[in-house]
């Protein structure tokens, strides 16, 4: 069914991996869908044509649950559950799209943007910038506070740079080098505000046991992680074209 | 005899010194004196708190400090002769007395590495009555008790035990989640430095009722004491055949080992201490699977806190009646509440619920210790409500604190006079939660650090309705987005100390400015 899916709509990222279980139907935003048990809620929903924002989930990974943008309302649950890591069940009946669910996904990117360049959140182009988009959420009311824009630049790597600037911490580079590479060369290093993607014990990516294979810069939803060709004009700029 | 207690509370009180100087001083005037090293009655502002059985039960005497040791032996303590220290019968200290111990029964009596006197004291007879049930019939008599967890969530034991029991899997396990990080608490420590035996008495049948077959204790690395006196108790009951192969004869075997915690907080919920105990790093994991059905190595089991199974083998000993008699409403049982902060008298009160915060603060804590009025009382740990002084006749029950937007959690009380600035206490609430988060998700991550300096601003004075209204927002979002709950919950104390003390903030006086949403 998963193939099937695919050739349909070539372009879709249904947010989680495919399971092959057997089918289960749902309504999503009264939209009937039926897809393979153990699929996410997220996954059905891209199905049904009613696709939820996301920014930590896509499908070439498992779930990880830890950027907050996907959360549904599910009649007969208490709270927000996020999409991605909640499994469908038969004649759920799930809500993409309520007030309340716009103003906690509001709140969410509020936080987002309360730590990332401001001169890099118009006119940028990256799934966040979609999320962005879609929300309609493009500023925050937290004022200064502490950031991590004056993060170094690494740009050991001749093929790609890491900007700790944009990296919104979503782990998705961390676990493409896991799970699609294979490599373990990527980790999230420090607890809470500290959190960061480093490269083995804190190296540069040259001197770490990155491969160059660029799963992470593929997996990454900010350009936080970019392929240096890019820029040739030298890098800063969000949008390769005025660089 | 003498006892001495060996808990680590009295040995950072110098406990040790006052046992060392009774040995001396009882060479010196040539009297045999055997010295019993027991645990502590939680008794804290007595510590060391030495007792002495007579014919008439134990007369204790404390605080001792070394030199007074001479003037003991002076006045004859090793009768329960009268000294300045003399505390009389212990039973009899009203804070004791007036106390429901069905867990703490043992504390500070017993020798805690004793097995006879564990058995001595009705040690084993829960476990020995499990064992002679069918394993199902265990369950059904805890869930029959109302026991909830005591970890924090509540959550109803016997509900996890069915659970785990009716999941088909070729290893299952138990998991003692000892990892004790609310501010205030130590009844965990307790019950594995004062009563080993208890705990691994209650976690063996977790593993009876639930078909596992291998358990870890997961303890906080703050707790050497408890580590050692969990593994020396450990090799006891497998030199005794209560633990190991064929559990004394039958067909059931389990072992267990003693794991040290990873020193964060976030690793004493329960999903983050399943990564931790497989090596990796303490990061949440999102529920569903619940631990219940894949937890450590992707196998059933059962996370239980240490008080939860500390109070299983009295309800397989005197039945689920007899625990369910205790308690008021959905609250069933016994809680052992850490008095701590401002009061007089700091330390352990297992009492049945339905106690109010009056009764503990100022009956058993004899009020604050400076002598001011109680101004609020933060219940639950770091992420529990604060309460002001017109709610103290609120009864310790889950869902009356719940009604309150409050939890009864580990059961840790900080008591705080009216010195207090409730304004720094939500400021730490969210410092504490930026440095705990275990920075997975963006609310907790992003959002503690905020908060902090949201709080900040409006006690400078600047903006302060704007920026009152962005936290009222901020909590919000970490409230119902937050994976887990730390960030889910930090927004409590800071949301009741806004309610109760705004002034505190420098924020007008009536309870919700009519102008915020
Ligand atoms: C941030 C956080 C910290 C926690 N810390 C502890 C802890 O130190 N000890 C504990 O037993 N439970 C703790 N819990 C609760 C556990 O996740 C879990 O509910 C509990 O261990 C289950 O056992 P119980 O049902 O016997 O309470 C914590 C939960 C959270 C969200
Ligand atoms: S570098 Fe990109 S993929 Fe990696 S954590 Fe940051 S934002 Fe996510
Ligand atoms: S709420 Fe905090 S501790 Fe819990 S998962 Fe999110 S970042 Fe980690
Ligand atoms: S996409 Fe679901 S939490 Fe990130």
Redesign the interface.
Known sequence: MWSELRALREDVDYGTPPRDGEAVTLTVDGVPVTVAAGSSVMLAAAAAGRPVVKLCATDMLEAFGSCRVCLVEIEGRRGFPASCTTPVEPGMAVRTDTPRLAELRAGVMELYLSDFPAEDVLGGWSELHEVIATTGVSSHRYGPGENHLAAPVDDSNPYFLFDPAKCIVCSRCVRACEEVQGTFALTIQGRGFESKVVASQGEPFLDSECVSCGACVQACPTQSLVEKSLFEGGYRSADPAQA | MVCVPRDSTALSVGADAVAAAIAAEAVRRGLPVEIKRTSSRGLFWLEPLVEVPTAAGAVGYGPVEPEEVPGLFEAGFLQGGRHSRSLGPVAQIPFLARQERLIFGRAGVTDPQSLAEYQAHGGLAGLRRALSMAPAAVVDEVHASGLRGRGGAAFPTGIKWRTVAGAQAPCKYVAVNADEGDSGTYSDRMVMEGDPFLLLEGMAIAAYATGASHGYIYVRSEYPHAVAALEAALATLRAAGWYGARVQGSDFSFDAEVRVGAG?Y?CGEETAMIESIEGK?GMIR?K?PLPALKGLFGMPTVVNNVVSLASVPAILDRGAQFYADYGMGRSRGTLPIQLAGNVKRAGLVEKAFGVTLRELIEDFGGGTRSGRPVRAVQVGGPLGAYFDASLLDLPLDYEALAQHKGMAGHGGIVVFDDTVDMAEQARYAMAF??????????????????GR??IE?IVRGERPR?NHA?LL??C??ME????CALGGMAPWPVLSALKYFPEDFGLPSERQPAHVV
């Open positions: 964060a976030i790093r999102y569903p939660c930026a440095i705990e988060s275990c920075g997975k998700c963006t609310p907790c991550r992003v959002g503690s650090t905020r300096e949201l601003r704007e962005q927002k901020l919000d979002v119902n987005a937050s994976l």
